[in-house]
């Protein structure tokens, strides 16, 4: 039987043991060798022989209803299978060609096949009373298998068995790939998963959410030199992947952060006894991290989760509830002894669920004998309006058609790139969400139609204003990987006509404004959660602060009146690297009275001096003030304001109370997240901010940006779309049509075909590819010239990518770029974006 249906199994179902074995080979491939890729996986069409199966009888607490067992199976090839000589199709083995690049630029492509294997598994199925009536198999091998290869060069001009490595490497990588499925570790297979039970589904059942309030350490410590705090949240079964974690202070008895994380649980979970762990540690620039304590609290408790006889998840909680509210200690001992205690609050937020549907009756179910209708007719359950939060799942499955571009036939000088478009692509992708980097697929070497089949499960904060940004880029031996092409879509605009609960779309997605082209297939799904955010919580990490103007509303002594045109002012973003913006007296005015704006009159300040900050790490930054007054003794105050209390998309006018000067810079500023309070000791300021979410061209000054987007301009569409607009607004007086570039001509016809209709200001509001259109204006009539100043001055900030044509110039740059990572990790501070970046899933 099994050789019948070994025959017809289609091999694209075996894509997945092509990524295992490209996984477990890499893992144990030697330094020399530079890149791996297998490919061209062939079953053959001998099968593996079945010698024997065996079914025990349940154990004392074990369910009736599950299966458990053992067999045994063997595989030799056919005598006639050999390199030397051509295989007929009843001989040919298993087998598969791997492709090995070192130093040399072409790779070496060899043939492995499988010649022996036998082993003993164990196995245990799980019924349900669902279709197909088994809900999860786990196989687990008693011990090692045993493989015998045979490795053999696919080329005439190089014999690769003169290296007895590479036969050793095949061994060793597809040895070490079964290990981690030998007793005691096993490999689960969801069945109902695999059939597409969860299609209409997202995997996580809620989100934890965790309130980091403070923590406390009383008395002395082995350890004396904890002073930079920071406390994370994790899962113990997958703590890199689901890190998340706060702001370091420079605080080591009573830190104060007053953050917000969150981590995604799921069904798993409850089985696996997986625990939410929440820690404190002390940041170290040299050695590990050292922790001050931790608290964790079983999934199965949070959720209230319920495991059958069977085996299977039959309950969680459906309702929100508060699992924690209070200290706690963290460091082992009881609350009465501990010194070193954390103030938390964690709460359980489940999905939105949906009725299950009765396979049996044609996805009808029947209720006291009536039938009702299939699930997705169902009545739903309401959803409360605000809830507009939930668990996005994006699976990226391939890319097809990845080319780097004719720089040639490229018409803009600036957009030419010194890529050669005959070179075959190494690709992987990279996921953001707001903007904000989340996850990135494995590299699929020399391969322009790569299958990831990867799969990213992220809480979103708020749905509506979410947008999803794809880009694929190619990997280059010693420089920075350029974009391919990359695309930004809102959210919103993929679900535009669904209207129920869950949410779901594939779609193929074009990649563009980068150094090449192609699309990439995407399945995207959405759920939301029973949980109400504020709408400080509801922003993006990743956004532009403008600033409008900054006021002198009241300065008191030591500031003195008279000397007003000697005052200046610093505003800083407590980063590491700081960034620092200043205003300087000679641009100070004084409002006129019949200014709104000024709150009374002869109030000095600078107005309509725009400032524009790039935003990468919002709900960890604060904006400092400082107000300086004189030269040589210079009169100073400063003040601060948290950006993660502020509402994206809004104006803001911020009274900020002035306190004796304090660097952002300093330890003292950073010991807590704490408000400073308006009521400064030396007066107020008074600014006028509002946040962009999302990238624009301020971030183009940024070095991380840099070499995350290397050839590519997301802004390229706002920038035609803007041209069009400048241009019909000069030519409004002349019909005739001047200009002579086809992108621009074709962007004016479709801006006039749009002026007239009341949905372009709509348009003009969304963040159609990198950037929120929308200055001020609390309702879409409101647009008006000062929006698009604010617009057209952000753009004219853009600094155009410019890329090496040298090669070697580029691979300089890609040293700079390590050499300069080693040293900013030692002289920058905790809070940087290279520390952030850590918290990036990547595959494998």
């Avoid at 308006?678 to 000054?701: A, C, M, N, W, Y």
């Amino acid at each position: 039987m099994i050789e019948k249906i070994w025959r017809s199994i289609d091999p694209e179902f075996f894509v997945l043991v092509e990524d295992l074995l490209e996984d477990t080979i890499k893992s144990v491939q030697p330094d020399v060798v530079k890149f791996m890729k297998v490919k061209d996986l062939d079953i053959g069409v001998q099968a593996p022989r079945i010698q024997s199966i065996r079914v025990f009888p349940s154990l004392p607490g074990q369910p009736d209803e599950s299966i458990f067992g053992e067999a045994s199976f063997s595989f030799h090839a056919h005598p006639s299978a050999s390199f030397s000589g051509t295989l007929n199709d009843a001989a040919k083995p298993p087998g598969i060609s791997i492709q090995l690049k070192a130093g040399i630029d072409t790779p070496i492509t060899v043939r492995a096949e499988l010649m022996a294997f036998s082993g003993k598994i164990r196995f245990k199925v799980l019924t349900s009373p669902e279709i197909p009536f088994v809900s999860k198999v786990t196989i687990a091998f008693t011990r090692n298998p045993i493989i015998e290869t045979g490795v053999m060069p696919l080329t005439k001009h190089f014999n690769i068995m003169h290296l007895p490595m590479v036969k050793a490497l095949v061994n060793q990588g597809i040895s070490l790939g079964f290990a981690e499925f030998v007793d005691p570790k096993s490999m689960t297979l969801d069945i109902q998963a695999l059939m597409g039970a969860d299609a209409v589904d997202v995997r996580a059942i809620g989100v934890v959410k965790v309130e980091i309030r403070e923590a406390s350490r009383l008395g002395s410590q082995t350890i004396q030199d904890m002073e930079d705090s920071y406390a994370t949240l994790s899962l113990s079964n997958q703590p890199k992947k689901t890190l998340s974690s706060t702001r370091v202070l420079t605080n080591d008895k009573d830190p104060r952060w007053n953050e917000t994380l969150y981590v995604l649980v799921n069904e798993d979970d409850i089985l696996a006894d997986t625990k939410v762990d929440i820690k404190v540690w002390d940041a170290d620039k040299v050695k590990y991290d050292d922790l001050w304590g931790s608290v964790s609290l079983p999934v199965k408790d949070i959720v209230q989760g319920q495991i059958d006889k069977l085996g299977n998840v039959s309950h969680w909680c459906k309702e929100e509830r508060v699992v924690f509210d209070g200290w706690a200690p963290i460091d082992g001992k009881s609350e009465a002894k501990s010194k070193i205690k954390l103030n938390y609050k964690l709460s359980f937020h489940p999905k939105y669920t949906l009725p299950k549907a009765d396979l049996l009756h044609g996805g009808a179910q029947k209720d006291n004998g009536k039938e009702t209708k299939p699930e997705h007719q169902q009545q739903q359950e309401p959803l409360n309006p605000d809830h507009n939060n939930g668990i996005l799942s994006i699976q990226i499955h391939q890319a097809v058609d990845l080319e780097i571009g004719d720089p040639e036939i490229i018409a803009a000088d600036e957009n030419k790139h010194p890529y050669n478009p005959n070179q075959i692509v190494s690709p992987y992708a990279i996921m953001y969400i707001n903007d904000n980097k989340v996850f990135r697929t494995r590299t699929k070497m020399r391969n322009p139609s790569p299958h990831w089949n990867a799969v990213s499960e992220n809480f979103i904060a708020d749905y509506k204003n979410a947008t999803i940004r794809i880009s694929v880029k190619n990997s280059v031996d010693l420089e920075r990987d350029p974009v391919i092409g990359t695309k930004c879509i809102p959210l919103s605009d993929l679900f535009i006509d669904q209207k129920d609960t869950f949410k779901g779309v594939q779609k193929w997605i074009p990649l563009d404004n980068g150094i090449g082209f192609g699309k990439v297939l995407l399945t995207i799904k959405y759920k939301p959660v029973k949980l109400s955010l504020s709408r400080e919580l509801q922003g993006a990490n990743v956004a532009t602060l403008v600033v409008d103007y900054v006021s002198l509303t009241d300065l008191k002594p030591p500031f003195d009146p008279k000397y007003i045109n000697n005052t200046k002012v610093v505003l800083a973003l407590n980063l590491d690297p700081a960034i620092i913006k200043r205003l300087k007296p000679k641009h100070m005015k004084q409002q006129q009275s019949s200014d709104e704006l000024a709150a009374q009159n002869g109030m000095y300040g600078w107005w309509h001096q725009h400032l524009y900050f790039p935003l990468s790490m919002r709900y960890r930054t604060a904006l400092y003030v400082h107000i300086h007054q004189g030269s040589l003794t210079a009169t100073k105050a400063s003040g601060r304001i948290w950006l993660k209390n502020l509402v994206d998309e809004e104006w803001h006018d911020i009274v900020v109370g002035l306190h004796p000067y304090c660097s952002e810079k300093s330890k003292e500023s950073n010991r807590n997240q704490d408000d400073w309070g308006i009521d400064g000791e030396l007066g107020q300021v008074t600014l006028r901010v509002k946040v962009i979410p999302g990238f624009s061209p301020v971030h183009t000054h940024l070095h991380s940006y840099k070499k995350d987007m290397v050839g590519a301009d997301p802004f390229h569409d706002d920038a035609i779309k803007a041209k069009a607009q400048q241009w019909i607004q000069e030519q409004s007086a002349d019909n005739n049509d001047t200009t002579a570039d086809p992108e621009l001509k074709e962007a004016v016809q479709q801006e006039r075909e749009k002026k007239e209709d009341t949905e372009e200001l709509k348009y003009s509001r969304r963040r159609s590819s990198s950037m929120s259109s929308e200055y001020g204006a609390e309702d879409d009539s409101d647009i008006g010239d000062d929006d698009y100043k604010y617009m057209q001055e952000m753009r004219s900030m853009f600094k155009s990518p410019k890329i090496r044509r040298n090669s070697v110039s580029r691979k300089l740059a890609w040293c700079t770029d390590k050499a300069k990572n080693k040293m900013d990790s030692i002289r920058d501070g905790f809070n940087s974006e290279a520390r952030a970046a850590r918290n990036v899933t990547k595959e494998g």
